[in-house]
């Protein structure tokens, strides 16, 4: 669910080559898409349209929701829960084991003082949009009855996030006294791509939370670089968090992590792949 998102697109494009061996997804959106593997539906408009398509399916991963570049109001994020709970009920009528469900990082708020983001740890957000998705989380682990339900608390996707899912370009990046960039956890477009397949296909129990992104945390610097776009320095304003770092040793524990995979080149090279370095 979410075929039209930047990051339902860059996954359509990696598992139509070789990292979607295994994988063969039918897209929802509520407009109408060209293509055998594209289905137009409102899933909250038609629920009994939403179960035919679940039918034999092996998971649901739930992308769509509403985003801060998306929500007019803070009330708009309820979205977010609704989708959910709709695919959870269409997953159990049809007999779906598992729904996927695409949280945030923003469900941590600020972390702790040089301190990695856990999944047993504090989830204290501090924005409407952090507060949405610990709130769809939580509905949607009450409302599971036989269906599996994994939040995916999915970092920085190269592609699909502020730096470089616009492309190519002249960017200002903030940058804090000490001379150094935010760093974040990210990943690549085709590394996701391969560590949803390796999690649609896990064969044991999955862990009702999980924290995605490639190991470690890149210098958005670093990142720019490795693009071939120049930093231009601005004053990083205050308040901005110089370090968000998930923790993705239980994730590491089910499907085959690398940590270069977490390396600015590899992240670069993994977008460039998929996009040629452009806007999606």
């Given at each position: 669910?979410?075929?039209?998102?930047?990051?339902?697109?860059?996954?359509?494009?990696?598992?139509?080559?070789?990292?979607?061996?295994?994988?063969?997804?039918?897209?929802?959106?509520?407009?109408?898409?060209?293509?055998?593997?594209?289905l137009a539906l409102d899933p909250l408009a038609d629920p009994e349209g939403l179960v035919r398509a679940a039918g034999g399916m092996g998971a649901i991963l739930v992308l769509a929701g509403v985003t801060p570049a998306t929500a007019a109001h803070p009330g708009d994020y309820r979205a977010n829960t609704e989708l959910a709970l709709a695919a959870i009920a269409a997953a159990e009528r049809a007999g779906v084991p598992r729904v996927f469900l695409a949280s945030s990082v923003a469900v941590y708020g600020a972390p702790g003082q040089g301190g990695m983001l856990r999944e047993d740890g504090p989830a204290e957000p501090v924005s409407d949009y952090g507060r949405a998705k610990l709130e769809m989380e939580d509905a949607a682990q009450a409302a599971s009855r036989t269906a599996g339900v994994i939040a995916l608390r999915i970092g920085n996707v190269a592609g699909a996030d502020q730096l470089l899912g616009p492309g190519r370009r002249d960017v200002r990046l903030d940058i804090f006294p000490d001379?150094?960039?935010?760093?974040?956890?990210?990943?690549?477009?085709?590394?996701?791509?391969?560590?949803?397949?390796?999690?649609l296909h896990h064969p044991g129990p999955l862990p009702e939370c999980l924290n995605l992104s490639a190991p470690g945390a890149v210098s958005m610097a670093d990142l720019l670089r490795?693009?071939?776009?120049?930093?231009?320095?601005?004053?990083?304003?205050?308040?901005?968090?110089?370090?968000?770092?998930?923790?993705?040793?239980?994730?590491?524990?089910?499907?085959?992590?690398?940590p270069g995979d977490g390396s600015p080149e590899a992240i670069v090279r993994d977008w460039d792949t998929l996009t040629g370095g452009q806007a999606i």
């Open positions: 669910m979410g075929a039209t998102g930047r990051v339902g697109r860059l996954l359509s494009r990696a598992w139509a080559g070789a990292a979607g061996q295994g994988v063969a997804p039918l897209w929802q959106g509520r407009r109408p898409c060209p293509g055998q593997d594209r001379g150094t960039a935010p760093r974040r956890s990210y990943i690549g477009p085709g590394t996701l791509a391969r560590v949803l397949s390796d999690l490795a693009a071939g776009m120049p930093v231009r320095a601005r004053p990083a304003p205050a308040g901005l968090i110089p370090a968000v770092e998930l923790d993705v040793s239980r994730l590491a524990g089910l499907v085959p992590l690398a």
